[in-house]
């Protein structure tokens, strides 16, 4: 793993949080090597606590473990991610239930937007860096949507086509700045990203982000993103 994607939060070792992990990849050598680089649960704040192959694996663990955050291959035998989705729908619907993060060599248009209509909350590629990765699993596990800069636009022109109810008024309720903080952050831009290319504290932005959020009646990055998507915000 090489190339960073987008990032946010802090680090684990800096905030001393844990998060449940497990990985789903049919690729036995890929998953020795993820949990290596982030499975050190002293530095990353990451407790792998179970492995699956398949479908079939996938479910059965994922139910027996109820992790924070599964990192799940798109292309798997039995099925594929978007499979392993479908038949954990019950668990994701819990309060403070099983979130999915996609972990993918693929950056098809249709594989991304297949396992985000599935339900999983991001999606990044195999290039992702040790540190953005653990990164993206907290985001992640607090109920942001995480995606590879690049991946994001298809999510946005799938979801643009979707029916929605008309924005104006709810527009209207936004100040100029904070409709910039909310298209940056429907784009995937961290915090301290968007304080960057706005000339703005991390503070301010944190503040637009609460009162976006309270105005439109959402509860997360995760929601604003869907919200922003659906209208062509982005």
């Not at 994607?5 to 050598?29: N, W, Y």
């Not at 998953?31 to 990353?44: L, P, S």
């Amino acid at each position: 793993m090489t190339e960073a994607a987008p990032t946010g939060g802090p680090a684990a070792e800096d905030s001393g949080r844990t998060a449940r992990v497990v990985l789903v990849d049919d690729h036995r050598m890929f998953r020795t090597g993820v949990r290596a680089e982030i499975g050190r649960t002293e530095t990353t704040g990451i407790d792998v606590v179970g492995e699956a192959d398949d479908v079939e694996s996938a479910v059965r663990v994922v139910a027996e473990t109820r992790p924070d955050v599964v990192l799940l291959d798109v292309h798997l035998p039995g099925g594929g991610g978007v499979e392993v989705l479908r038949r954990s729908a019950g668990l994701m619907g819990e309060q403070g239930g099983v979130k999915f993060l996609a972990l993918s060599v693929s950056d098809a248009a249709e594989d991304v937007i297949g396992v985000i209509r599935g339900g999983a909350r991001g999606y990044v590629t195999k290039t992702i860096t040790g540190t953005d990765l653990v990164n993206a699993i907290f985001r992640i596990a607090d109920g942001d949507a995480v995606f590879s800069p690049r991946l994001a636009g298809f999510v946005l022109d799938a979801f643009a086509a979707t029916d929605t109810p008309p924005v104006d008024e709810d527009l209207d309720r936004l100040t100029q700045r904070e409709r910039e903080v909310l298209r940056l952050i429907a784009r995937g831009y961290a915090y301290k990203e968007i304080a960057k290319q706005l000339f703005i504290s991390v503070k301010t932005v944190e503040s637009h982000v609460s009162a976006v959020l309270r105005k439109l009646q959402l509860s997360n990055r995760h929601e604003l993103t869907r919200w922003a998507t659906a209208r062509r915000l982005v």
